[in-house]
């Protein structure tokens, strides 16, 4: 109403405008908060020897099903993948906005580091040209399917 608008046509023509971008966010700032904030807003750090039975009990009991322990190859592959890493681009992005410290790697071989926050949810064993592998839904993902 402050704009004064020469037509009753673009006065509405504004408003639609405005609603539309306002709306617009308000329906997609949830999804992307899961998608894109929630993994990194929710990280873990610390000694991954703590970390590994911690990120292993979010699975509710379907590793274990999978006959798949905490300490094996296939898991710690699994955790290697959502470590936050200085080298990827995105991670360190990420990492600058949230206000990470990643542990300092130069005092010999990283004992401890810092891991994606969303958990594995259900996970099932997936064969590939590489071997077997582990792929999960963590919480995130079904977070947003359930949205």
Known sequence: ????????????QSLTMRLAFVKLFIFLFPL????FVAPVAQHQCGPIDELRP???????NNLRELNIS???????????????KESNFVDYTLMLLAGINLPDSTNGPS??????????????RVST???ERLRCKDSCFLMLEHS
Request: proline share 2%; net charge positive; with cysteine.
């Open 54 to 60: 911690l990120f292993y009990s979010f699975s509710q």
């Open 32 to 35: 992307v908060r899961l998608a």
């Open 129 to 131: 040209d590489y071997g």
């Open 111 to 124: 004992e401890t580091a810092c891991f994606r926050g969303c958990y594995p949810k259900q996970c099932e």
């Open 1 to 12: 109403e402050f704009e004064n608008k020469r037509t009753q046509t673009r006065f509405n």
């Open 70 to 84: 905490a300490s094996s190859v296939m898991f710690a592959d699994w955790m290697e993948i959502r470590r936050i």
